[in-house]
């Protein structure tokens, strides 16, 4: 069994700079995409941002210039470091990996998500 979980959500004002950190855990042989998406209420579930294991990131057009994503692949674990972050982006975030298990069974796994407010 896979698990991801993050951390580092919270309210935040207009403005701020959380970070995001999720930790994957489990038997894990190896994790190529790992990547971040967000819901707002109401809304539907949206990219924010992913990489692979050599380090090769995609940033949604809403987010690039603000957000960065990186990954420690000795520790499975991908971090989202958000700026400059408004109101309207608002939602949970959650985290994602493309997970090989030692069994060699291929699972795509979600965490439970966290919850960002910003504030005005």
């Known amino acids: 069994q896979v698990q991801l979980v993050e951390s580092g959500g919270g309210l935040v004002q207009a403005g701020g700079s959380p970070r995001l950190s999720c930790a994957a855990s489990g038997s894990i042989f190896s994790i190529n995409v790992m990547g971040w998406y967000r819901q707002a209420p109401g809304n539907q579930r949206e990219l924010v941002a992913t990489?692979?294991?050599?380090?090769?990131?995609v940033h949604a057009d809403s987010v690039k210039g603000r957000f960065t994503i990186s990954r420690d692949n000795a520790k499975n674990t991908v971090s989202l470091q958000m700026n400059s972050l408004k109101p309207e982006e608002t939602a949970v975030y959650y985290c994602?990996?493309?997970?090989?298990?030692?069994?060699?069974?291929?699972?795509?796994?979600w965490g439970q998500g966290t919850q960002v407010t910003v504030s005005s």
């Open positions: 994602n990996g493309d997970v090989r298990t030692k069994s060699r069974v291929y699972l795509n796994v």
């Open positions: 990489i692979t294991s050599d380090g090769s990131a």
